[in-house]
């Protein structure tokens, strides 16, 4: 996208992410959001100015690391929903990405699990996998696996239903609220 302004790049933010049908690629949404990112200097601040939750802002970063070619196919809108297009951009090896982002843009339904399940498609075991989040991990990002019986996560996902955001921003939100309580850390 040419010459980004703040103002130009909220438009955009606001225009694509606000209705039922985005006027602009996939793509460009996401050099608004690096743009903006530069300007605020956290995702947290993007999402926080535009009111989308973070984990969206970083979905559409994502996607800045896809190889030119399958962004050629975003940008012609082959492919042009969020959650595939960031799947497609966790796939390690380009190869593979490729070949994935081929199969969707000529997967002739476009149903979302059709899609899900042809991304979903892997070979890799748990340890692989594991090893593949580790080599993954943003810098300054850490991950930790919380073990919630069927009833805390149906309240967890309730809760994120009603306030719009991912489950794990719940919890995320949760835990920092605890961290900043005059008793946090206490065990009495």
């Known amino acids: 996208m040419k010459d980004l302004d703040e103002n130009t ?3 955009v933010l606001f225009a694509n992410t606000r209705r039922k049908r985005r006027t602009t690629d996939l793509i460009s ?7 903006l990112k530069g300007l605020y200097r956290s995702q947290r601040a993007v999402a926080e100015k535009v009111g989308l939750s973070s984990e969206m802002i970083r979905e559409f970063l994502a996607l800045r690391s896809l ?31 490729l070949d994935m982002a081929k199969k969707v843009a ?29 080599e ?6 850490h991950i930790f696996v919380i073990d919630f019986d069927d009833e805390e996560y149906r309240t ?30 206490d065990s009495g």
């Open 106 to 134: 000529t997967e002739p339904t476009k149903d979302v699990r059709d899609i899900a399940r042809l991304l979903g498609a892997t070979d890799l075991s748990v340890e692989e996998s594991r090893e593949r989040v580790r």
């Open 29 to 35: 949404v996401a050099e608004a959001c690096h743009y």
């Open 67 to 97: 190889p030119g070619e399958i962004k050629s196919m975003v940008r012609a809108r082959e492919i042009d929903r969020l959650d595939v297009a960031y799947r497609i951009a966790m796939i390690r090896d380009p190869a593979r990405q």
């Open 156 to 185: 967890i996902s309730a809760r994120a239903q009603s306030l719009r955001v991912k489950p794990a921003e719940v919890v995320q939100r949760a835990i920092l609220d605890w961290l900043k309580s005059p008793n946090a850390g």
């Open 9 to 11: 790049a909220l438009a």
């Open 136 to 141: 993954s991990k943003f810098k300054g990002l």
